[in-house]
């Protein structure tokens, strides 16, 4: 009898740990995101300028969700270590990527095998910085305008040289589609980030190079470098006095430096739109405007439906470019 007794007891305990499991899963599913602090992978090593853009970003939208942004920098291998982390990482919400034109427009087409799919693997959340590149030259070099460094350029064919963050690279990229554009042979110099190019721009060892906007702001306003012409489809406040390439009389291309931020694929489309609406907002604020002008800079924003196409959009201009261009890292 006694032995019946307990087993009974035993069979409503466990029937009540069960339903307060039940409820204890539902009462922290039930919990508004974000419940924790979120993870905001940077495919970059800390202290360059996309760090800073990360950093600028994340420390807003954690008070903007009232819970931490940790950024989890995660450099090298051309951020292919970064976004497979993402794309392997939980769906949600709690993990993020600073993205950047390389790593989903550019990598995919570069490597014939990628541990990640970057046209399925991510969620679109929002643009974070949208800028063009800047031509600059060495102050040595005897061209002060686009049209005269061409005129350079076939005068002595295989002697003006360009630099670049590496083989593959938006930069290098901008280098080959300017060259064929213009019917020029320009020699590609390759390195290992925006730091060692700048140095060797500054000491003549290399003679141009397509920078990012911020890299050689402060050189070209000093007259270390020469700016000769940016290529947006418009003129930006930090080099006003710029042309575009098409108002400079040079090669019409159009080559934009851009970052971003993506999810994992199948993270809850209301959280990825709580992230994009925060960041729409925290973008018009004068704080966050303030700290990117100091990297020569400005936020931007748009709807993970508008990021989603942007990205398709140069997904498919990358993939003819590089085909064209018939560079491959592996």
């Known amino acids: 009898m006694n032995g019946a007794r307990a087993l009974s007891n035993m069979y409503k305990y466990l029937f009540l740990l069960n339903i307060f499991c039940v409820w204890a ?24 300028g996309a760090d800073f853009v990360a950093r600028a970003y994340a420390s807003r939208l954690g008070e903007a969700l009232g819970q931490q942004v940790v950024v989890d920098n ?3 291998a051309a951020g292919i270590i970064a976004m497979e982390a993402t794309a392997k990482a939980a769906p949600d919400g709690y993990t993020l990527i600073q993205t950047n034109i390389s790593t989903i427009s550019i990598n995919p087409y570069m490597y014939s095998k990628l541990p990640y799919d970057a046209e399925k693997g991510f969620a679109p959340v929002s643009i974070t910085t949208l800028n063009p590149l800047v031509l600059v030259v060495h102050p040595a070099v005897a061209a002060k305008s686009v049209p005269e460094l061409v005129t350079l350029a076939r005068a002595k064919p295989g002697t003006v040289t360009y630099g670049s963050l590496g083989s593959g690279s938006i930069q290098h990229l901008a280098g080959f589609m300017f060259g064929k554009a213009a019917g020029v042979n320009l020699i590609h110099v390759p390195y290992k980030g925006a730091a060692p190019v700048t140095v060797d721009l500054l000491a003549g060892q290399v003679q141009t190079a397509f920078s990012g906007i911020g890299t050689v702001v402060a050189h ?8 000769l012409a940016t290529t947006g489809p418009k003129r930006i406040d930090t080099y006003a006095d710029l042309p575009t390439m098409k108002e400079s009389g040079g090669p019409d291309i159009q080559m934009l430096l851009w970052n971003g931020v ?28 303030q700290a990117m002008a100091a990297q020569g800079t400005s936020p931007v924003s748009n709807t993970p439906e508008e990021f989603a196409a942007f990205i398709r959009a140069e997904q ?3 993939k003819k470019l590089v085909q064209e261009s018939g560079i491959r890292l592996d």
């Open 74 to 76: 995660r450099g090298g």
């Open 262 to 289: 993506l999810a994992p694929a199948g993270t809850p489309a209301p959280i990825v739109k709580k992230l994009s609406d925060e960041i729409n907002r925290i973008v018009k604020t004068s704080d966050l405007a």
């Open 25 to 48: 899963a539902g009462s922290a599913a039930a919990q508004p995101y974000p419940n924790k602090p979120i993870r905001f992978i940077v495919p970059v090593p800390a202290g360059g």
């Open 316 to 318: 498919a201009k990358f």
């Open 220 to 227: 070209v306003r000093t007259g270390k470098l020469r700016g």
